[in-house]
């Protein structure tokens, strides 16, 4: 299938004026999502991939490896705002965010081998190890994300446009998470599944992160950017105070925070889950990631028109219920499940993340172009920052919580990639952890959704 199948949208007849003078080349869409390959490797391969290496290679239990995780993002919610305010005060020749892209891809390459490929180490000098290849790890990320995720509002005014945009980049979320996903699951299989596969991973993946990166700097130099804004520095409220007022803002980041809640539960458990309850390894793993993201790439087409027919807000719902029937599915599932029970589990769950991942990104860019329109400002960095803090602290916490959870049901850990009969408190943690609360979490965000109001008509209409 062609990758701008998704994407295309409908004729050019049926564009409005302004979207239509300002149609971005497929080059540059091509261009801008190629980059989210490296974003989705580095979120949902460290996320899943970290608890499980720690805890069935290095011999550490989960909640260990949950604060880990949470203490780097806490520190790296202060680096999301520090550099979305960079980014939007900084001039070059490169525009203001791509300089961002360039550094935070060599920068995120490294930090993906220090996590996957450690030295030999005793637990003290591990665990001081692995919390500075965490915080390299989260500098990576926000050094290449924030700036990223502003870009999309700058580079078009089109409302449907940005949702255009947004739709190929979701073809590259697809392909990014079928390989952190599958693609990883095959070479921690093929290379042994202990820590020499562990290795061959991470080196496979951080090569395929700096060329996606590096490939999303080279390919926006054609991209429109906006200048920063001449604003007085200081002013009325102070500049979060200010958010207060972009109401679509404040209840898509609320939404954020309980979508990051559900997915770090689903995320730090998916592979323990797979392994120790249903008992179908880093097969399954491959094949559960091989459907969900097969129906997040087919089901682009319909979600671009359906947020055209039915507007954003009610497709991102449609994409909630669905994921919350996937998730909910596998209470029924046991050991002996079949590669027909997982797809069929898997499939509704892609069709979801699709109408969820795509509406949302387009719903923040259009809320930043809104915040244009209410303050007069260019600080597309510091609104992609705020909801950078709030996804990242959202996932470290939920990691955090779900980490003790599990050891508080005496999940067992093991080391050189064995697996060891878990008692069944902890099976029906896991249960818990994959299925009912990320149910339970998402369902509290449909709430938040259910009162965002921002369409067209509303970004179009004078904000005063």
């Known amino acids: 299938m062609s990758t701008s199948a998704p994407a295309a949208g409908p004729a050019p007849a049926a564009i409005d004026p302004v979207a239509a003078a300002q149609r971005l080349s497929i080059a540059t869409c091509l261009g801008f999502g190629v980059g989210t390959v490296g974003v989705s490797i580095m979120l949902n391969a460290v996320t899943p991939y970290f608890p499980a290496f720690m805890s069935t290679v290095l011999g550490q239990s989960p909640a260990l490896a949950g604060t880990l995780l949470t203490v780097s993002k806490l520190y790296d919610a202060v680096a999301d705002v520090v550099i979305g305010r960079m980014s939007d005060r900084t001039r070059s020749r490169w525009g203001r965010r791509r300089p961002y892209l360039l550094v935070g891809a060599l920068v995120s390459a490294v930090s993906f081998l220090m996590l996957f490929v450690p030295p030999r180490l005793d637990d003290f000098w591990l665990l001081a190890y692995m919390s500075a290849g965490l915080v390299v790890y989260s500098t990576g990320y926000s050094l290449f994300n924030v700036p990223y995720m502003a870009m999309p509002s700058e580079m078009t005014d089109g409302y449907h446009e940005r949702t255009r945009l947004l739709g190929y980049r979701m073809v590259f979320v697809s392909i990014g998470q079928l390989l952190s996903g599958a693609g990883t699951a095959a070479l921690i299989q093929r290379g042994g599944g202990g820590a020499d596969g562990y290795a061959l991973m991470g080196l496979v993946m951080s090569l395929i992160i700096f060329g996606a990166m590096t490939a999303a700097f080279f390919g926006t130099a054609r991209a429109r950017v906006i200048e920063r804004s001449h604003a007085p520095a200081r002013l009325p409220g102070g500049q979060l105070a200010l958010l207060w007022r972009n109401r679509p803002f404040v209840l898509l980041a609320a939404a954020k925070v309980f979508q990051f809640f559900g997915f770090a539960s689903i995320a730090v458990t998916g592979l323990l889950f797979l392994l120790n309850v249903v008992h179908v390894g880093y097969a399954g793993q491959a094949q559960l990631a091989l459907c969900q993201n097969l129906f997040t790439f087919v089901s682009l087409p319909f979600w671009v028109r359906a947020g055209r027919v039915i507007g954003k807000r009610n497709t991102y719902l449609a994409g909630v219920a669905l994921f919350v029937l996937g998730a909910l599915s596998w209470l029924s599932a046991g050991p002996g499940i079949t590669t027909l029970g997982i797809w069929l589990r898997g499939i509704p769950s892609g069709l979801g993340a699709g109408a969820m991942l795509l509406m949302a990104i ?71 952890t994959f299925s009912v609360i990320p149910a339970a979490i998402f369902s509290l965000n449909l709430l938040c959704i259910w009162f965002y109001d921002l369409d067209e008509k509303k970004l179009q209409d004078d904000p005063a």
């Open 362 to 432: 387009s719903m923040l860019a259009d809320t930043m172009a809104y915040d244009r329109r209410l303050t007069g400002l260019h600080r597309e960095g510091l609104l992609s920052a705020v909801i950078a803090v709030l996804e990242k602290t959202s996932f470290a916490l939920g990691a955090a919580l779900i980490g003790v959870m599990l050891t508080a049901a005496k999940y067992v850990p093991t080391t050189g990639g064995a697996l060891a009969a878990q008692p069944a408190s902890a099976v029906r943690a896991l249960y818990l």
